[in-house]
């Protein structure tokens, strides 16, 4: 028996007369793709004058062997070898090398051309291709408005025009300005009304690049002999769009895109990839943008949608940006009923956690949207109507990737005399019986020594809901009576609990306290060491004194209202060399700094007068500050 013979491949019989694509197109099949290439070399071997090569018997022997020795014909399995003398070879045959050659030579052409775009000259070359595409095709569509036949090939030629703009994006400083003076904006603003969707898309998709935050950072030589930069060009370019009322087109071709088909869902993404844009180069213009526009209905509707998508996180992400430090954008998503989407859309996060990262920050970011609507009180009240407090409580219960985010959010709604019914609502709910476990960490791994580090994000926000459960629970009533009575329970645990945070906080905030100490001796100049107070004291609060004030302002509301609480708190602050003094001078710091709003929710929902909380502090301070505090 022949072995060889088993190993061979076995010849397939002639397909006769059947019709079958090559495997590799032929080089003179890409000659007659590109007619402005050179011509390949020809296969056959000619002893004419033109341009092939005279072939030798040499040339038979060596083509011989590499097409019948090297493996799948490799013309360079010979040739290419490495240190250790073993052949390798590229994998490519010498009819795919050459494929491959002329694809390269087109990549440079391309290359050349790219380069000649970033020329002023260029540019305008361009601008008036596009302008003319515009104008040809809308003159065709004028006189055959029933005839697509007649201006379909206009179409085509205008998509590869605006599609011929994308490397403008390249030379901000260069092309933007020819941009707004050619006109050039307008017609494409103006574009974004044409009754062909997919010229639209390819407008969103251009304007998405050109305003990106990034334009023009991948060339270091980006500023031109005045010395203008990228992002004042970004500015030009801005402006130039919102002067043709981009922002109302664009929200307007939200609901005229159709998310099913694929094209559709990337010019979605695109147009809110604009609003991101320009609301990161100018935060201000979110007022525009929502006072004039329809934006934040079609962000409400679109969060709601039961299929998570990149979609519906952009929204989520684009109404949490739209929400931040603006008052006016808070009340109007309290008057389009935001609160009741809200808290509908979260709902479905008190059974189960996010299937991955992205329905996560989809989840973080509605929850930060809240809270930052949170601070107006209309939004408030809309919250405790929509049963909120209940909510939050629930999904407290669950301990999933929701809780820290709820915890959050009872913080922000019962902060302020406009959290006081808010405040109630968490008390009768029960939400005390999960946010006394939250803060003493049970039901969850415990660190052998977490003296040192910093408090999660959830103690903080604990210590902010507790803090306003004291400042807004009215004294003796049965709702206050049982705060105080969860720190009395269990041999006063929770007592001792604040002060080991409190402990921790100390220790944290002393080495910053020695960084800032050496900073003061080295400033000698007094004007700059008064500019610099305010930055020292932001970073004693990030280093410890925000949480120590939040702990000694409960501690002397516990400590006032209680004297087994009193009596236990001297005991243990004795043992760390600290007593009420300290806490008073905490507080002392505290009242300094606090900065309450003039004549603002100075009564509560009865109409009863409601103490600021300088005059909280005050009380306080008077309070504790007795013979006994040392």
Not at 114 to 134: G, K, Q, W
């Amino acid at each position: 028996m022949d072995i060889d013979n088993l190993f061979k491949v076995p010849k397939f019989p002639a397909s006769g007369n059947k019709r079958k694509l090559p495997d590799n197109p032929t080089p003179e099949m890409l000659k007659r793709m590109r007619m402005d290439l050179p011509a390949p070399p020809s296969e056959s071997h000619t002893n004419g004058k033109g341009k092939g090569r005279v072939t030798t018997v040499e040339d038979e022997k060596d083509e011989e062997v590499d097409r019948n020795f090297a493996p799948g014909g490799d013309a360079d399995y010979f040739a290419e070898e490495d240190e250790d003398g073993r052949f390798f070879g590229g994998g490519l045959t010498s009819e795919q090398k050459e494929i491959l050659n002329i694809f390269e030579s087109v990549g440079g052409e391309a290359a050349v051309d790219d380069s000649e775009a970033l020329s002023v000259t260029a540019i305008r070359r361009m601008l008036l291709r596009f302008e003319r595409a515009v104008n040809k095709n809308q003159d065709l569509r004028s006189k055959y408005p029933d005839d697509p036949t007649k201006f379909i090939d206009s179409e085509a030629d205008l998509d590869a025009a605006i599609k011929a703009l994308l490397p403008l994006a390249q030379a901000p400083v260069l092309a933007y300005h020819e941009l707004v003076r050619s006109g050039s904006v307008a017609l494409l603003v103006g574009l974004l009304a044409h009754e062909n969707a997919d010229i639209v898309i390819d407008v969103v998709e251009l304007i998405h690049e050109l305003t990106d935050e990034d334009v023009g950072n991948e060339d270091d030589d980006n500023d031109d002999a005045s010395g203008e930069t990228a992002e004042e060009a970004l500015k030009v370019l801005i402006e130039g769009l919102l002067e043709n009322s981009i922002l109302e087109l664009l929200v307007d071709n939200l609901s005229r895109l159709k998310e099913s088909e694929e094209s559709d869902r990337q010019g979605v993404f695109h147009v809110l990839g604009i609003f991101e844009n320009v609301l990161g180069f100018n935060p201000r213009l979110s007022i525009k943008l929502v006072g004039k526009t329809t934006i934040l209905s079609w962000l409400l509707a679109r969060i709601q949608s039961k299929i998570h998508d990149e979609n519906r996180g952009y929204a989520a992400e684009l109404l949490s940006i739209l929400l931040q430090d603006n008052q006016q954008n808070r009340q109007e998503f309290g008057k389009q009923d935001g609160v009741e989407v809200t808290l509908k859309t979260l709902s479905q996060y008190r059974r189960r956690d996010p299937i991955d990262a992205d329905e996560t920050e989809f989840m973080e970011n509605i929850f930060d949207a809240l809270c930052s609507a949170l601070n107006e009180p209309s939004v408030k009240t809309q919250f405790l109507a929509a049963e909120g407090p209940d909510l939050m409580v629930l999904i407290m219960k669950e301990k999933l990737q929701s809780k820290s985010r709820s915890i959050k959010v009872l913080d922000y709604a019962m902060s302020g005399v406009a959290g006081s019914a808010i405040c109630e609502a968490f008390i009768e709910a029960s939400g005390l019986k999960t946010l006394f476990p939250a803060l003493m960490g049970k039901g969850s791994k415990k660190q052998k020594s977490t003296t040192n580090l910093p408090p999660s994000e959830d103690t903080g926000h604990i210590l902010g809901v507790i803090s306003s459960l004291f400042s807004n629970i009215a004294s003796d009533s049965p709702a206050r009576l049982r705060l105080l009575a969860k720190f009395v329970e269990s041999s006063y645990e929770k007592v001792d609990k604040m002060l080991e945070i409190r402990d921790g906080a100390r220790t944290r905030l002393s080495v910053v306290e020695a960084e800032i100490s050496k900073e003061e001796k080295d400033t000698t100049d007094e004007e700059e060491r008064s500019d610099l107070e305010a930055t020292w004291y932001l970073r004693r609060l990030d280093g410890g004194l925000f949480t120590l004030q939040a702990v000694d302002y409960i501690l002397a509301w516990i400590i006032m209202e209680d004297d087994g609480i009193r009596a236990h708190a001297l005991q243990m602050l004795r043992r760390q060399n600290q007593s009420l003094k300290d806490i008073v001078q905490t507080l002392r710091i505290f009242h300094e700094n606090v900065d309450d709003p003039p004549d603002i929710h100075s009564t509560d929902k009865d109409g009863d007068y409601s103490p600021s909380q300088k005059e909280i502090l005050e009380a306080l301070i008077a309070a504790l500050d007795t013979p006994d505090a040392g």
